[in-house]
């Protein structure tokens, strides 16, 4: 068996959720009766408690060229010839 007292906060969580909307309604009501209008505050809705990290892009590795040699500014590959 569960006590009753333990179960309370289950009640209770959406009692709490919706207090901001009864006083809102009630304020309309008491904006209304002296003849004024009422504008709710924009709420945001509930967010997700999970943020997972940013994915970072892998940097690209250079290609290995097949003879070793390096490469120019321009990207072709030079050779040296002896004379």
Do not use: H, T
């Not at 289950?10 to 309604?25: A, S, T």
């Amino acid at each position: 068996m569960v006590c009753v007292f333990c179960l309370l906060p289950l009640f209770l969580l959406p009692l709490v959720n919706i207090l901001p909307r009864l006083w809102d309604k009630l304020l309309v009501l008491v904006f209304r009766l002296i003849g004024r209008e009422y504008k709710p505050a924009l709420r945001d809705g509930p967010s997700c408690p999970y943020k997972p990290g940013a994915n970072k892009p892998q940097p690209e590795a250079e290609p290995v060229l097949a003879n070793g040699g390096g490469s120019s500014v321009n990207g072709s590959v030079e050779s040296k010839k002896d004379s």
